[in-house]
Antibody, heavy 120, light 113 residues
Framework: QLQLQESGPGVVKPSGTLSLTCTVSGVSIDTYGHLWVWIRQPPQRGLEYIGYLHNSGTTYFNPSLKSRATISGDTSKNQFSLRLNSVTAADTAVYYC????????????WGPGALVTVSS | QSVLTQPPSVSGAPGQRVDISCTGSRSNIGGGYDVHWYQQFPGTAPKLLIYDTTNRPSGVPDRFSGSKSGTSASLAITGLQAEDEAVYYCQSYDSSMSASDYVFGTGTEVTVL
């Protein structure tokens, strides 16, 4: 049974770097063909895809983030992480880690989400 | 910023049917890509409701059904129940260079009168 759990600071200062980790259990993140993604949801708003990490180490990001995001994996801990730099209040959101079934598929497993507030 | 457009809200009496539309373009739904639907309650993560346009995961009541035509898709809830009050999102893949691969709808809040 795949489970995902986000963790990280709940508050980040403006212009700082947001860092979140997703701990995966039940499946190894380096399993062939698997993707691992981050999705966020600003308060009272819709879902926004951030980017993915492929088991090969390849990453891809939403063009709207303008290269502010990086995603990396730690196979020894079975975790993958998101870093988002130069944050503003607009980056305040609940951040979810999730697993899609394929590059063009759907998300069958989600973490419970972690609220990150950008505030001084 | 959402690529897929949904009505902000729909409502219906218990037992009635409601339909939620999801309008895209030729680079996503109209390009033949599947549409998926999620149900989200306040404070919780989205839950997969319909996958690959018409399929229900195990445990999802058959009151929920999905369809697609052209550049739009639709989620139907028949026999509406109070427990169906939630926000519903569609999701697909977008092949355009300016989009983000996985694209979501704007979300629709369902109210049971």
């Amino acid at each position: 049974q795949l489970q995902l759990q986000e963790s990280g600071p709940g508050v980040v200062k403006p212009s700082g770097t947001l860092s979140l980790t997703c701990t995966v259990s039940g499946v190894s993140i380096d399993t062939y063909g698997h993707l691992w993604v981050w999705i966020r949801q600003p308060p009272q708003r819709g879902l926004e895809y951030i980017g993915y990490l492929h088991n090969s180490g390849t990453t891809y990001f939403n063009p709207s983030l303008k290269s502010r995001a990086t995603i990396s994996g730690d196979t020894s801990k079975n975790q993958f992480s998101l870093r988002l730099n130069s944050v503003t209040a607009a980056d305040t959101a609940v951040y979810y880690c999730a697993r899609p079934t394929s590059r063009r598929g759907y998300f069958d497993s989600w973490g419970p989400g972690a609220l990150v507030t950008v505030s001084s | 910023q959402s690529v897929l457009t949904q009505p902000p809200s729909v409502s219906g009496a218990p037992g009635q049917r409601v339909d939620i539309s999801c309008t895209g373009s030729r680079s996503n739904i109209g390009g033949g890509y599947d549409v998926h639907w999620y149900q989200q309650f306040p404070g919780t993560a989205p839950k997969l409701l319909i996958y690959d346009t018409t399929n229900r995961p195990s445990g999802v009541p058959d009151r929920f059904s999905g369809s697609k035509s052209g550049t739009s898709a639709s989620l139907a809830i028949t026999g509406l129940q109070a427990e169906d009050e939630a926000v519903y999102y569609c999701q697909s893949y977008d092949s355009s260079m300016s989009a983000s691969d996985y694209v979501f709808g704007t979300g629709t809040e369902v109210t049971v009168l």
